[in-house]
């Protein structure tokens, strides 16, 4: 059993900041990718951003050079920093993360619960 536990959510200001973090548990054998989506009310969701085991990264062009999303690979944890938000990012945001599990090695996709992130004043 895998689980992907979000935290760090919450309503904040236009332009304020906010950390997510996620911390993957369980018969993990190895981390592929992690990322994070988000979806608003109506919206589908949307990729945000993801890291690969490397070190690679991949932003939605929406949140380039606002977003930064890191990882501890020791830790199974990723983050990701928000900063100069807009209302537009209201959503709710999820984790991912692509990753094979004991005894088989399986891979497969697995979700968080969600944290809600509000950018109002």
């Known amino acids: 059993q895998v689980q992907l536990v979000e935290s760090g959510g919450g309503l904040v200001q236009p332009g304020g900041s906010l950390r997510l973090s996620c911390a993957a548990s369980g018969n993990i054998f190895s981390i592929l990718a992690m990322g994070w989506y988000r979806q608003a009310p109506g919206n589908q969701r949307e990729l945000v951003a993801t890291?690969?085991?490397?070190?690679?990264?991949n932003y939605a062009s929406s949140v380039k050079g606002r977003f930064t999303i890191s990882r501890d690979n020791d830790k199974n944890t990723v983050y990701l920093q928000m900063t100069s938000l807009k209302p537009e990012d209201t959503g709710n945001y999820y984790c991912?993360?692509?990753?094979?599990?004991?005894?088989?090695?399986?891979?497969?996709?697995?979700w968080g619960q969600g944290t809600q992130v509000t950018v109002s004043s």
């Open positions: 890291i690969t085991s490397s070190g690679s990264t």
């Open positions: 991912n993360s692509d990753l094979r599990t004991f005894p088989l090695g399986v891979r497969r996709d697995y």
